[in-house]
């Protein structure tokens, strides 16, 4: 599955009175078909997609759809299969953060009143980087909650990923063959001193939290004593315990040049650069979890050379190839996102307007150099790598009692999409 992603962050910041909304900023609502025609232009068949979370979810049982159904509608007519995105990052105001208890519940709720909508959606993501969302809202005091404790961490996180199992089982109730996409951060934490050790090990055990908890792997006892000290009950933890989604899961992984890190003996983190690299730290996470994996994210500042895109682009693929070769089974490849991005460079934390030379096309929707290479390495691979065990079916999904029309519709135009050498 080669892959883009239209950029729908949208945490708060300021004490939550500014909305970064990455959409509005990138002129995507304006400009959607466009960005759709690019996709497809590309060649590329799976785009990471979801609708505005804190336009579309207006109160409980409350949606404004509008701009979702002409999306959703354009995407399957020009049969570019959604990869949807229900929570990035952000939450609707009325329900304020992720310390919010209510959350899980509720979104379960908004997940399942999609999935009716749009039947013939297979692939998700629900919560999009659940690790990275409960470290920048709750531990580093970035976004949305604005929380720096490792109480308000295990706070979010525990929401997040009960979030999203209660999504996947809501989706399920509608479309059983759901497959569920994790995209997830990987990480690696590495000791710069013999004293940096034990910090290290501690962060490098933290990172595998989220789907430790979204697969219902148990803990190790130092982690499970962390969860205790910071507020999750028993009931809490065995809640993951009892759920069983690993057999509808891909693990997506994201990769950035950021997510390794140096760990000093006080256990203060900075950028370490590539290390060990993709292909070595996805070997450690396919080795605890054992699913398929796609690689879900990754990009690079185009630089001074105009090269560094391009070369970067080239670097993450051989390592899809190499982790493949080793026997790894990866179902997909992503470039994030199609187009440039707006203050990444600051983790969205300011509002500088500084643009982001990260996408396949700049904002005024020039390719760059990158997005030729990227649509070269399609064309040259898309036949010799096909997906041996991913079937993507769309099912005939009959209408409630009152009859729905919209459901109707939506499933006379059902189709059904199968891998290249089916």
Known sequence: MFATGIENSAP???GGRTRVDEMERCGHYQRWQEDFALVQEMGIDFLRFGPPLHRTWLGPGRHDWAFADVAFADLQRRNIVPIVDLCHFGV?????????PDFPELFCHYAQAFATRFPWVQLYTPVNEMFICATFSARYGWWNEQLASDRAFVTALKHLVKANVLAMQAILRVRPDAIFVQSESSEYFHAESPAAIAPAELLNAQRFLSLDLNYGRRVDSEMYEYLRDNGMTRDEYHFFLGKRMKQHSIMGNDYYVTNEHRVAEDGTTRASGEIFGYSEITRQYHDRYRLPV?????NLVEGPLGTEAV????????????????GVPIVGFTWYSLTDQIDWDSALREENGTVNALGLFDLDRQIRPVGRAYQRLISQWQDVLPTQSLC?????????EAGDEHARRQMQSARRMRRPDD
Not at 92 to 97: H, L, R, S, V, Y
Not at 294 to 298: F, G, I, L, Q, V
Not at 312 to 326: E, G, I, M, S, T
């Open 392 to 400: 993507l079916t769309v099912p005939v999904v009959m209408p409630d």
């Open 92 to 100: 609707p105001d009325w329900i304020g953060d992720f310390q919010n």
């Open 311 to 326: 070369d970067w682009l080239w670097k993450q693929w051989a390592n899809v190839l190499r982790v493949r070769n080793d």
């Open 294 to 298: 796609m690689h879900t994210e990754t």
């Open 12 to 14: 708060t910041i300021n």
